[in-house]
């Protein structure tokens, strides 16, 4: 988890239903709902930028990378085009 000092606030709405389910996960977890939602915030927070951060390939996989890497890029007149005229 994150550094412990909590200086700053979220707000937010949600319906009851939303907020019943919050709590009775929380009570589930024997968390308070703040810490249910601060775990549970943080683990989809480290997921989500670790998929665009982070990614893992076989031998084969990270050799076909390299080579696109590699490769000399391929020309795109309509690109070149759009980036000359801005049409």
Request: net charge positive; hydrophobic share 45%.
């Amino acid at each position: 988890m994150l550094a412990s000092s909590k200086t700053q606030r979220v707000d937010l709405r949600i319906s009851p239903a939303a907020k019943e389910m919050i709590q009775a996960a929380a009570r589930a977890q024997d968390k308070t709902v703040s810490e249910f939602l601060l775990d549970s915030g943080l683990t989809s927070a480290a997921e989500t930028l670790a998929d665009r951060r982070l990614f893992i390939l076989d031998d084969a996989q990270w050799h076909a990378f390299q080579a696109a890497l590699d490769a000399p890029p391929r020309a795109r007149p309509r690109l070149s085009r759009l980036m000359k005229t801005g049409k």
